[in-house]
């Protein structure tokens, strides 16, 4: 536990020279964010609050299920809601890391080769990526996507190129479709936040959706209100959130649960306890809090959890994430929350 403890305290300790903003400001401009997503995503305030949660937090969203819901639309409408260099993938069987990263290329000037060769940046280099039906990628361009994810960084012919600052991506996938996808192996599911879906809208919601149709209506018409200088400084705000030893405790006890439970052959990792405790950081920010609880930690435990254990076939449970995410809250069920 110490080891764990340990890497949750280096992951706290931030750049005393970041801006910051009050906990009350940085609400606002949460809102504001919230407000403009819903627009477009009509009806499903937890998921563009759980995206706006994710982006703050520096993390990377997987929404996952079936088609038609909104996934590209919420992705789509964040990226309007911010001032901010955005880009759509869409990722299919013949998609090369090339195509993704970008390639260096001849230089050529008044019509004459110089010899040279000029860097072609791809479509990695923006603010907010959407990695759209990921799954249906080859695991080598996979592979290119989620190394950028975890280092903020891409290396092409030997050189290495920052990502600009905010980097965030949005990628989806459909569940229900095996022909000609490569599911994502556990080690790149890793990489991701949080995983959720956004499920089917309410009657009254649907109705409103038949009626006005916003992906078409409103999603054209949103314009950015916050910009990058304010979403980075949410960003390192969120970092100093405080995170009392209480909850260290009790994020390490459904970690450790998770690794002991009777239905699973792969429990949570160091780097998931420390995506949950950045997540919980950025709930309270969104909250106008400057200090974590612990329902902060419970309530998101399941969809930055969930996608990361694997069930033990020999339990006899399915596999899937809805019963990964049963299992997470077993597991939540299971561990007091300190009061």
Not at 162 to 175: I, K
Not at 328 to 334: F, N, V
């Amino acid at each position: 536990m110490a080891v764990a403890e340990d890497r949750l305290a280096q992951e706290n300790d931030t750049d005393a020279n970041s801006p910051m903003l009050n906990p009350e400001v940085a609400r606002e401009h949460a809102d504001r964010l919230r407000a403009n997503v819903e627009r477009a995503l009509r009806g499903k305030p937890d998921v563009v609050r759980r995206a706006v949660e994710t982006l703050i937090a520096r993390g990377h969203l997987l929404l996952e299920d079936v088609p038609g819901v909104g996934k590209t639309t919420l992705a789509h409408a964040l990226a309007r809601s911010i001032d901010a260099e955005f880009r759509r993938v869409q990722f299919t069987s013949d998609l090369l890391p090339g195509d993704l990263l970008g390639t260096s290329m001849p230089e050529i000037r008044d019509g004459i080769p110089t010899g040279n060769f000029a860097f072609q940046p791809g479509p990695i280099f923006a603010n907010i990526v959407l990695a759209d039906e990921i799954n249906r990628a080859s695991p080598k361009a996979q592979s290119a996507l989620l190394e950028a994810m975890s280092d903020n960084s891409v290396s092409v012919d030997g050189v290495t190129r920052r990502l600009p600052e905010p980097f965030f991506v949005v990628a989806t996938q459909n569940p229900l479709e095996h022909h000609g996808t490569h599911p994502l192996p556990e080690s790149q599911l890793d990489r991701f936040m949080i995983c959720t879906g956004i499920g089917y809208p309410d009657p009254e919601d649907e109705a409103a959706v038949l009626r006005e149709d916003p992906a078409r209506s409103s999603l054209p018409k949103l314009n950015p209100v916050v910009t990058m200088a304010q979403v980075t400084a949410m960003q390192s705000t969120a970092e100093r959130i405080k995170f009392d030893e209480s909850l260290v405790s009790y994020l390490l006890a459904i970690v450790h649960e998770s690794r002991d439970h009777e239905s699973l052959e792969l429990g949570v990792s160091p780097r998931a306890a420390i995506s949950l405790r950045r997540a919980a950081q950025a709930r309270a920010l969104v909250d106008g809090r400057d200090y974590c609880i612990p329902e902060d930690v419970r309530d998101l435990a399941v969809d930055v959890l969930s996608h990361r254990i694997v069930v033990d076939p020999r339990s006899g449970r399915a596999r899937g994430g809805e019963e990964t995410a049963w299992v997470m809250r077993e597991i939540l069920e299971r561990i007091p929350v300190p009061l």
